[in-house]
């Protein structure tokens, strides 16, 4: 059995920059607000040229350049987003093509925050098994073009922004650590808690059009912000706690804590009950607001830039969204 590492890491996100001040004006909503209940200073939105899968080529290129490795050494590719550039194919098809690589496996992941963490455990089995060398798993999500921007919409679309992150994860050299575990949930009783219902197989946009229902906000994202918000400190402490566990570690273990970024009070509240010091998490939703399956991989390439991401780290990656899914994964770095 072999094991896997992440031997690069890479992120993209479009120039354009949505402060709190900028979304007041088009709702009604205000810095004030926003900032207290999640943390959110500003956030990204694409602008014309770019798509999910472009912005998520553009943090493949960067990973696959920082993992030393040439685009062709890629053997499989794993997208993970719930902003596809079509209903289907998935955009790993179409990252395949913007890379211009031979045609290797593409799958597209549907888990929504948890994605790119399901992603990773994947790759991993496949790594592990022997079956490839170096797979690229892309996190990328393109909000801006599907959030109602209108009053009615501010307790969703305040929060999310566009971006992409990707690593490379390769086979690990004899003797390296790399991925300890990968642990993953669902719990379908909640699907319609935060979810988008239309388009649908029953639902096309026919008939959505014919009804031409100006209430009709079932093609928006829904969330029940408190409900979700209670079940997310739940679970990713739990989570966070099975992946320790698996590995016979403690909270002191954890080099860096990097948890999807779904609110900062989110963060904070799993920081204080697990004990861990500021140096222990890393957030950058400040930045770029939640950008769901894309959040962890750009926080690992933004911390990996700043020195907080060193090699040989004991890292725990975790996520909680839509699903609901929930996941952790214990690596060295
Ligand atoms: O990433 C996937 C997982 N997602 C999450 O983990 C998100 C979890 N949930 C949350 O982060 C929070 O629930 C939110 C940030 C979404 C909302 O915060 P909240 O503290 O739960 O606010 P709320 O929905 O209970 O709304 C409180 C008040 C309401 O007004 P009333 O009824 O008290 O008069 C809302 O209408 O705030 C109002 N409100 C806003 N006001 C200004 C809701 N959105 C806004 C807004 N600006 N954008």
Same mark, same amino acid.
């Given at each position: 059995?072999?094991?896997?590492?992440?031997?690069?890491?890479?992120?993209?996100?479009?120039?354009? *920059?949505?402060?709190?001040?900028?979304?007041?004006?088009?709702?009604?909503?205000?810095?004030?607000?926003?900032?207290?209940?999640?943390?959110?200073?500003?956030?990204?939105?694409?602008?014309?040229?770019?798509?999910?899968?472009?912005?998520?080529?553009?943090?493949? #290129? #960067?990973?696959?350049?920082?993992?030393?490795?040439?685009?062709?050494?890629?053997?499989?590719?794993? /997208?993970?987003? #719930?902003?596809?550039?079509?209903?289907?194919?998935?955009?790993?098809?179409?990252?395949?093509?913007?890379?211009?690589?031979? +045609?290797?496996?593409?799958?597209?992941?549907? =888990?929504?925050?948890?994605? &790119?963490?399901?992603?990773?455990?994947?790759?991993?089995?496949?790594?592990?098994?022997?079956?490839?060398? =170096?797979?690229?798993?892309?996190?990328?999500?393109?909000?801006?073009?599907?959030?109602?921007?209108?009053?009615?919409?501010?307790?969703?679309?305040?929060?999310?922004?566009?971006?992409?992150?990707?690593?490379?994860?390769?086979?690990?050299?004899?003797? +390296?650590?790399?991925?300890?575990?990968?642990?993953?949930?669902?719990?379908?009783?909640?699907?319609?808690? #935060?979810?988008?219902?239309?388009?649908?197989?029953?639902?096309?946009?026919?008939?959505?059009?014919?009804?031409?229902?100006?209430?009709?906000?079932?093609?928006?994202?829904?969330?029940?912000?408190?409900?979700?918000?209670?079940?997310?400190?739940?679970?990713?402490?739990? *989570?966070?706690?099975?992946?320790?566990?698996?590995?016979?570690?403690?909270?002191?273990?954890?080099?860096?804590?990097?948890?999807?970024?779904?609110?900062?009070?989110?963060?904070?509240?799993?920081?204080?009950?697990?004990?861990?010091?500021?140096?222990?998490?890393?957030?950058?939703?400040?930045?770029?607001?939640?950008?769901?399956?894309?959040?962890?991989?750009?926080?690992?390439?933004?911390?990996?830039?700043?020195?907080?991401?060193?090699?040989?780290?004991?890292?725990?990656?975790?996520? /909680?969204?839509?699903?609901?899914?929930?996941?952790?994964?214990?690596?060295? &770095?």
């Amino acid at each position: 059995m072999y094991r896997s590492k992440i031997s690069g890491v890479g992120h993209y996100v479009p120039d354009n *920059v949505v402060t709190n001040d900028d979304l007041s004006k088009l709702i009604d909503t205000n810095d004030e607000w926003i900032t207290e209940r999640t943390g959110i200073k500003e956030r990204r939105f694409a602008g014309p040229a770019d798509s999910p899968s472009s912005m998520g080529t553009k943090a493949a #290129l #960067l990973a696959i350049e920082r993992a030393g490795i040439d685009k062709n050494d890629i053997d499989f590719i794993i /997208f993970a987003t #719930l902003s596809p550039d079509y209903y289907f194919p998935g955009p790993g098809v179409l990252v395949q093509e913007q890379l211009g690589i031979k +045609e290797v496996g593409a799958l597209d992941v549907r =888990n929504q925050c948890s994605g &790119f963490v399901y992603g990773l455990s994947v790759a991993d089995q496949f790594i592990k098994t022997g079956m490839y060398k =170096n797979i690229l798993l892309i996190g990328s999500e393109l909000h801006s073009g599907g959030l109602d921007m209108t009053t009615r919409g501010r307790g969703v679309s305040v929060i999310f922004g566009d971006g992409a992150g990707a690593v490379v994860l390769s086979r690990a050299n004899e003797g +390296e650590e790399g991925i300890l575990s990968t642990h993953m949930h669902s719990e379908g009783k909640y699907a319609e808690e #935060l979810a988008l219902i239309a388009p649908n197989t029953g639902r096309w946009i026919p008939t959505i059009m014919n009804n031409n229902d100006p209430d009709d906000i079932s093609y928006y994202p829904y969330m029940n912000g408190n409900f979700v918000f209670k079940h997310a400190v739940v679970r990713f402490a739990e *989570v966070i706690q099975e992946a320790l566990q698996a590995n016979n570690k403690n909270v002191a273990d954890i080099d860096l804590l990097i948890p999807h970024q779904a609110n900062l009070r989110i963060s904070q509240f799993i920081q204080k009950k697990m004990g861990l010091s500021d140096d222990q998490v890393y957030n950058n939703i400040m930045r770029y607001g939640n950008t769901t399956a894309a959040s962890i991989p750009i926080a690992m390439s933004e911390a990996w830039e700043e020195g907080k991401l060193k090699r040989g780290d004991t890292v725990c990656l975790a996520a /909680f969204g839509s699903g609901f899914t929930w996941a952790s994964a214990l690596l060295k &770095f």
